[in-house]
Structure formats: C-alpha cells, structure tokens
C-alpha cells in the first residue's frame, strides 16, 4: 500500500459512507514512519451514526473497506461523540503524530491542534522506556488542574 491506495481508500469511504463520514487519520507506527512491511495501518475513522456494538462496527468495516484494506488495515471507528467530547491517551498519541487524510469541516484538525496546545501547556512529553512510548510530566509531577485542562479541549 502506498500514498495513492491511500487516497483511493479515502474516496471509496466518501462513496459509501457519504457525508456520515467525518474525518480519518493514520497513526501509530506508520504515521511515526516506524512501520515494517508486515506493520498494519492504524486507521481512526469518525462517522457519525455508528453502531453501538463493536461487532456491528466490525461489520460495517468490512462491508464498505476494499478488499485490499480489509486484512491490513486496524480500523478504530468512533462516532463524533465518542472522539471529540473525550481526551484519552490514544487522542494524546494522535495529536502527536497522527497524519489527517480527510476532514470534512475541518474538525479533526482544530481538536489535534488545541490538544496539542493543552499538551504543551501543561508539560507532557511522551518518551520511550524500553522501546514502548510513555506520557511523562516533563517537571516530575503534574500541574494543579491539569485533568481539567485537558478535558476542556473536547468541551469546546
């Protein structure tokens, strides 16, 4: 898979997951540029109207990925509740070094762009300890209010 397949699996999301479709992102080893040939492509899919059971989500995956994208890709699919109104340490990840490939209204960047600010603010920085990333507090120990500040991102 390269760039094109990409933004082939983009367009045939738009086809068949319409204006439902809100934003998709690649993360994990791929969008670090850490992946080997075997990596799987980590894919966070936002579409409104999910759903609720990951079996469900599973189904609707496989019902409009291609072919080609079914074994090899991880999707993580999320309604626009689930992803935007919670900070979570994959959100912290993604913010980092997630790779955008479509965003409907521009959602997805201005969350990534206002956690990484938070991120920033309040003296985060992911380091790795035996080769697995870890979210340490770059001052030893957390600033008064931190959990607040963070959560705030996905409150506005």
């Not at 933004?7 to 997951?17: C, T, W, Y």
């Not at 993580?76 to 990840?93: A, F, G, N």
Request: charged content about 30%; some cysteine.
């Amino acid at each position: 898979m390269n760039k094109r397949d990409l933004q082939d699996l983009i367009e045939h999301l738009r086809r068949h997951l319409g204006e439902r479709l809100d934003a998709v992102v690649l993360f994990g080893s791929r969008a670090r540029g850490e992946a080997t040939e075997e990596s799987d492509w980590d894919l966070l899919i936002v579409v409104e109207g999910l759903p609720r059971s990951p079996l469900d989500r599973q189904r609707l995956w496989l019902s409009v990925a291609p072919r080609e994208w079914r074994a090899c890709a991880a999707p993580l699919l999320r309604t626009p509740e689930e992803w935007y109104r919670r900070v979570t340490p994959l959100s912290l990840d993604i913010a980092l070094d997630g790779v955008i490939l479509y965003d409907a209204q521009g959602r997805m960047k201005h969350f990534l762009k206002k956690l990484r600010r938070q991120i920033r603010h309040i003296g985060l920085v992911r380091r790795r300890i035996h080769g697995q990333p870890v979210w340490l507090w770059q001052q030893g120990s957390p600033p008064q209010g931190w959990e607040k500040r963070l959560q705030e991102v996905a409150k506005t």
